[in-house]
């Protein structure tokens, strides 16, 4: 069975501009995460996506921003990069809430290095 | 979710099993204990998941005691290609948060 895979391995943008990250979870889950970790750092919750819908978002100012398309895929945008964008950004994906068992396993991709020049 | 406190860093050689040692003094009734595991610039990868007593599975075992105030992760025979961070959560997947709370983790070095 597939894992999370996440596209591209490596994005190099410069301050000002947009980056797009793209997320297809693991086949059956509806539920998608994304997380940013800075280097040296630990994992930030960013945003969570479930059945297309936002159902949170974490301490990150309104120019990250995502979807979730009808595939169960997710995009991560980030407007007016900064340098201090520059992270390994985390995207995983878990069964739906309302489902029962391990409802809090979250599995994650291997991740995109955005690096912000 | 509740507060998970495990050690820093821990240094073992190839063969040797590892444990290490994960306190949750908070741990709630329906709370489920999960260990993850982190190579640097890749993403946490899942190794095992508990609730009570012991589980095992191909990787790793995960001990329990009957007061779920602690979680051991034992790892068998470790080799050079363990050496990473290892996490310990603890809580219930919120409907409300849906957000993973990583702490600082475990450095396991193993050393030839």
């Known amino acids: 069975e597939a894992g999370v895979t996440q596209s591209p391995t490596h994005l190099i943008k410069t301050r000002g501009q947009q980056a797009t990250l793209r997320c297809s979870p693991i086949?059956?889950?509806?539920?998608v995460y994304w997380y940013q970790q800075a280097l040296g750092l630990g994992l930030q919750f960013l945003l969570w996506y479930d059945e297309g819908e936002e159902r949170n978002r974490g301490n990150f100012p309104p120019r990250f921003s995502g979807r979730q398309f009808p595939n169960y895929s997710s995009e991560l945008n980030v407007n007016a990069l900064e340098l201090e964008d520059s992270a390994l950004y985390l995207c995983?994906?878990?069964?739906?809430?309302?489902?029962?068992?391990?409802?809090?396993?979250?599995?994650f991709g291997p991740g995109t290095r955005l690096t912000v020049l | 979710l509740a507060k998970t406190t495990q050690p820093i860093s821990m240094d073992s050689y190839e063969g040797q099993e590892v444990n290490i040692t994960c306190s949750h003094n908070n741990i709630a009734t329906n709370d489920y204990i999960t260990w993850y595991q982190q190579f640097p610039s890749q993403g946490p990868r899942f190794i095992i998941q508990?609730?009570?007593t012991k589980v095992t599975n191909e990787v790793a075992s995960l001990f329990i005691p009957a007061d779920r105030k602690s979680s051991t992760l034992s790892l068998p025979r470790v080799s050079l290609s363990d050496t990473a961070v290892y996490y310990c959560?603890?809580?219930?997947?919120?409907?409300?948060?849906?957000?993973?709370?990583f702490g600082q983790g475990t450095t396991l070095q193993v050393k030839p």
């Open positions: 959560l603890v809580g219930v997947f919120s409907s409300n948060t849906g957000k993973l709370i």
């Open positions: 508990g609730y009570k």
């Open positions: 995983a994906s878990s069964l739906a809430v309302r489902t029962s068992g391990r409802r809090d396993t979250q599995y």
């Open positions: 086949s059956g889950h509806t539920s």
